[in-house]
């Protein structure tokens, strides 16, 4: 099994786009990181945990599930980073993978220490981007073979067939 850790901030601080609606609304700008995410987690099939601490957001830790992305708040003195690498003491054994997305270096030092991988805010934007490609390949792909009729028909038939549909006698 794959888990994928997010933190939330840190790649909200890296991207362009949720820099942008970070600026107007910082919900905006988590709402579209989940969003991405659970778009990823469709395709991979990977397990997705994205975490955000108190810093914008004041309150108790809380655990949501938002489109199959568990989200997690941490609690008010509790940094993303100390949230994560217990994620990852707790995840981390033979048959789990965990990878951190984060930019932030001292992080990336600690989990590795851990036994966790990273992916930098620029390598999990370009895989999102690859993943994007290849479902509008997909699409493009299935809207290109046209369904052909189970029942054999000849030419004349499907010309009148066709009258019909269209309105004509």
């Known amino acids: 099994m794959i888990v994928l850790v997010v933190d939330g901030y840190n790649i909200i601080g890296d991207w362009e786009e949720l820099k942008q609606l970070k600026e107007k609304e910082i919900g905006q700008a ?41 989200v997690i708040y941490t609690k008010e003195k509790e940094t993303a980073d100390e949230c994560i690498e217990k994620l990852v003491k707790t995840l981390k054994n033979v048959q789990t993978q965990v990878y951190v997305a984060t930019s932030d270096y001292a992080e990336q030092r600690t989990i590795f220490g851990q036994g966790a991988l990273r992916k930098s805010a620029r390598e999990l934007q370009i895989e999102l981007k690859n993943i994007e490609r290849d479902i509008e390949a997909t699409i493009e792909q299935h809207k290109k073979v046209q369904s052909k009729s189970k029942i054999v028909l000849n030419e004349e038939i499907m010309e009148k067939f066709e009258k019909w549909r269209r309105g004509g006698l």
Not at 30 to 50: K, P
């Open 30 to 70: 988590r709402d579209r990181l989940i969003e991405l995410m659970a778009e990823y987690q469709a395709y991979s099939g990977h397990r997705v945990i994205v975490v955000f601490d108190a810093y914008y957001v004041r309150g108790v830790t809380s655990k949501t599930k938002t489109f199959k992305v568990e």
